[in-house]
Each structure stands twice: as structure tokens, then as C-alpha cells.
């Protein structure tokens, strides 16, 4: 066939024929069938499915790489088959390679079907299922409980899928939440990484209510990232509570046994995550009803505990009267004890002011000042007495002093003279008498030098008849003497 192939297109290479679809499709399959006519493949079976006539379809999945094939196992064929075609074991089957010409599809057509050992799939998945179930992942006493009415809902799915889109879908005519969608691969290579990212990610939002994990159908190995034990931590891991939903109704994964929910679709996610519109109202005039009819209950029993009160209540009258001669009694009683309390404050008060009069500044002031004014008398008339008694005796010795003077012979008298007039000369008083002045320091000792003070110190200055107290301003250097 593949000649004959050939030969036609070399006939016809001077004018390019067009084929139609159905002529390359049939071609294909001849060539298929010619070169592949009976030959074994190995694998995990998965997408198990019979029709109503009898056939059986299935998908043959590599465990060493990413492939898979289709496999058709007619009804005839089907009836000679012992083994079992299970999702997850691993056979061998017998056929030929052929492809489905109204479909363009190829596939294998299975004559025989042996079976091969358990799958390297089913026995990964079982492996990971009995780690995590040890370590009590999958009780379902650590499941969390939904929120009622989650506002910010986070779906960890493909941007492009249809998952999402059925999410969205059904979550707009359910009730009106945000949706946050954390894009990530949901199949091939890195698709685990990037759903722990993605799960990461979506964490960030503080407002976070819910995360949706989610992914459309397809084979065993375009879903196996949802049963890698990392991706399983990261559901269990996730600080909000996880509705997971993976392919359909049939397809099991771990996420979705870690998650606190498992759904059978992304759409059934989305269906348990968000409530519906009809039925939170629904439920809240339900409320409203039993509220109603609680509160009239409790209106309708305090009233008849308000009436039986009553019933009990004396009359108001021989009431009150009680209290206002009670109270009187204790007016009468409040008054007496204030006048009383205020008559000892008053008493107080008045020992207060005469002690205060006693010790009052101006008083002590006035006594101070009449003890002053009887010593500076005292003072007075001593320093009084005392200059008399000097003067006399300065009188008397200036008398005696003149008689012994009249006594001495001439030149002791000259020679006294001349030494008292030379004393007097010397005397600072003399000095003084002349016009100088003594200055003294802060010590009082006589300033010789101007370095002896400083500028701002206190000094005295003695002068003939009386003494100065100054300030030093300045320090300069002596004056040159006038010619």
C-alpha cells in the first residue's frame, strides 16, 4: 500500500492532486495495519469504558515516560479475555495498529489481554495513601467545617481551563462571591510545583475564606498531579478549608481525600463551596419565622409574669407612704448629724485662723522689727558709753602726755617732735589725709598688684574719713606719670 502510495504521487508530480480527508485517513490506516499487523504492548490500564454493544475501551499509560494508547477490544474478542480490565492494573495486550478513519484517531485493536502485575500507578498512589493515612491525614476528624457564608473564595486551577469556567459559572448563579483564581499547570511536567505555588500564592490574601482545587477529566497520568504526596501536604497544609474536586464522579484522587471536602466535578466544587441565593433566603425567613414566633412566645409569658407581679403588688400608696416617712426620719437624722459635723469644722476652723493669726509673716515681722530697733538702742547706747569712756581717757593721757612734755628738757622735746613729726609723715592716716586710698582684696589683705584680682570681684577701699565697697570692671595697666 505504501508503494502504491508512492507510485501515485509520482505519477501525478507534474499536477499536484488535493486529497480529501477521509483518503489520507484511509491510507494512514493501511499503512498501519500493514507494518503493525500483531505485536504486544505493556502498560497501566486507565479510562476504563463499554459500550451497549459490548466493546471495551481503554487507555494504555507508559510508566516511564509520558505516553499513553488507546486500546479497542471488540465484543467478540472481549469474550475470550479472563483478565480483568481494571483501572490501575497493569496487562499486556495482543493487536494491531489501525486508526479510526471518521475520527482521524489512532489506536490499537486488542485481540488478547494478559494480565502483567499490579501498576506502577496504582501501586505509587497506594504507597502515598498509606504514608499520609499513618500519619493522620486522611481522619476525618481533621476535616475543618466550611465557612456558611464565604466572601473570598480562591481557586487554584488552569486561567484557560474549562474547570474554571464551570467554577465561575456555577458560583455567579449560586450567590455572588469574589473569586480569586492562583493560575498554576494542572497536568505534564511541573504541574506538582506549580500547584504548591499556586496553593502558596493564593494563601497571601488575608480576606481569604476558601480554596477550590480543581481540575476537568482526562487519563491516569494527566491527573497524577493530584495524587503527589507534596501536592497532598500543601491541601493539608492550607490555613483556610480546601473543596477539591479532580475529573469525575469515578476518579479518586489523594488531594481530594486530604482536602476537607472532596467533590465529584470542579462544578460540584463550586456547588458546596458557595450557597445558594434561594436557599440562604429561604433559610433566613426561616429564621425570621422561628424569631418571630419566639419573640411572641416571650411577649405572651412576660405578660403573664407582669400580671402575676401586679397580682402580688401591694398598693402603691401604703407604699410610698412607708418610704416618705422613712425618708423624712432620715433627713431629720442627716440634718442633725451635719449640723453637728459642721459645728466641730467651725470650732476647728476658728483654732486654724488663730494659730495662722499667730504665725502670720506680718506679726512676726512687727516683733522682729521692735527686737531690732531695742538692740540697735542697746547697741547705741554701748557704743555710746564706750566712746565716752575713750574720750576720757584719750583726754587724760593727752594731759598727762603734756606734763611729762613740759618736764623734758628742750632737745628731747625738740628730738620728739621731730620723730612724731616723721611718724606722722609715715602714718597711712597721714597718707590718707593727702588723698590716697588703700584698696583690699576679697581676702582683706592690701592689694600690691592689679593681677591680684579679676574682673567682677567685691573689694574695699579705705579712705581718710570712711571705706568703699566697689566692683572691679576692668584691669588695665599703670598710668605713665605726667611730666
Known amino acids: 500500500m505504501a508503494e502504491g502510495w508512492g507510485r501515485r504521487s509520482r505519477r501525478r508530480a507534474d499536477a499536484p492532486r488535493v486529497y480529501r480527508v477521509a483518503e489520507v485517513n484511509r491510507a494512514a490506516r493501511e499503512c498501519l495495519e500493514n507494518e503493525f499487523r500483531a505485536f504486544w504492548v505493556e502498560g497501566e490500564i486507565s479510562q476504563v469504558t463499554r459500550s451497549a454493544a459490548g466493546h471495551a475501551f481503554f487507555t494504555l499509560s507508559d510508566e516511564r515516560e509520558q505516553a499513553r494508547l488507546d486500546v479497542t477490544v471488540f465484543a467478540t474478542d472481549l469474550r475470550r479475555v479472563r483478565t480483568q480490565l481494571l483501572r490501575g492494573a497493569r496487562v499486556r495486550v495482543l493487536g494491531r495498529l489501525t486508526v479510526w478513519e471518521k475520527a482521524g484517531r489512532f489506536q490499537m485493536q486488542g485481540r488478547q489481554v494478559l494480565a502483567a502485575g499490579a501498576g506502577d500507578l496504582q501501586a505509587q498512589f497506594e504507597a502515598i ?13 481533621r476535616k475543618r467545617a466550611l465557612p456558611r457564608l464565604p466572601r473570598t473564595v480562591g481557586v487554584v486551577t488552569s486561567v484557560g481551563s474549562a474547570a474554571l469556567r464551570d467554577i465561575v459559572r456555577v458560583a455567579q ?30 494563601q497571601r490574601l488575608p480576606e481569604l475564606d476558601l480554596v477550590i482545587l480543581g481540575r476537568g477529566g482526562g487519563s491516569a497520568e494527566e491527573l497524577w498531579a493530584f495524587n503527589a504526596e507534596d501536592v497532598a501536604r500543601a491541601v493539608a497544609a492550607c490555613r483556610v478549608p480546601v473543596v477539591c474536586g479532580v475529573g469525575h464522579e469515578t476518579d479518586v ?45 416571650r411577649f405572651d409569658h412576660e405578660r403573664l409574669h407582669l400580671r402575676e407581679l401586679e397580682a ?21 437624722r442627716a440634718v442633725r448629724a451635719l449640723r453637728i459635723r459642721l459645728k466641730a469644722h467651725r470650732a476647728r476652723l476658728r483654732d486654724l485662723d488663730r494659730r495662722l493669726l499667730a504665725t502670720h509673716p506680718q506679726r512676726r515681722l512687727a516683733a522682729d522689727r521692735s527686737r531690732l530697733a531695742l538692740l540697735e538702742e542697746r547697741l547705741r547706747q554701748a557704743a555710746t558709753a564706750r566712746l565716752k569712756a575713750a574720750d576720757v581717757r584719750l583726754r587724760r593721757g593727752a594731759d598727762r602726755l603734756r606734763e611729762r612734755g613740759r618736764e623734758l628738757p628742750v632737745a628731747p622735746r625738740a628730738r620728739l617732735a621731730q620723730l612724731a613729726a616723721r611718724l606722722r609723715a609715715l602714718s597711712p592716716l597721714e597718707v590718707l589725709e593727702r588723698g590716697y586710698a588703700i584698696a583690699f582684696g576679697p581676702e582683706g589683705s592690701a592689694l600690691r598688684r592689679a593681677a591680684s584680682v579679676a574682673p567682677g570681684e567685691r573689694i574695699r577701699v579705705r579712705l581718710h574719713d570712711g571705706e568703699l565697697v566697689a566692683r572691679v570692671e576692668a584691669i588695665g595697666p599703670a598710668p605713665e606719670p605726667e611730666p
Open 129 to 141: 495513601h498509606k504514608r499520609l493515612a499513618a500519619e493522620g491525614l486522611l481522619r476525618p476528624e
Open 173 to 202: 448563579a449560586r450567590c455572588p462571591v469574589r473569586i480569586v483564581v492562583s493560575d498554576c499547570r494542572v497536568s505534564g511536567r511541573d504541574a506538582e510545583r506549580s500547584i504548591v505555588a499556586a496553593l502558596e500564592r493564593v
Open 253 to 297: 484522587s489523594i488531594a481530594e481525600l486530604v482536602a476537607d471536602r472532596r467533590a465529584s466535578t470542579p462544578s460540584n466544587a463550586a456547588e458546596i463551596a458557595i450557597p445558594e441565593r434561594e436557599a440562604l433566603a429561604a433559610e433566613l425567613d426561616h429564621h425570621l419565622y422561628r424569631l418571630q414566633r419566639a419573640m411572641v412566645g
Open 312 to 332: 402580688r403588688l401591694p398598693d402603691p400608696r401604703l407604699v410610698l407612704g412607708r418610704f416618705r416617712r422613712a425618708v423624712v426620719e432620715h433627713e431629720g
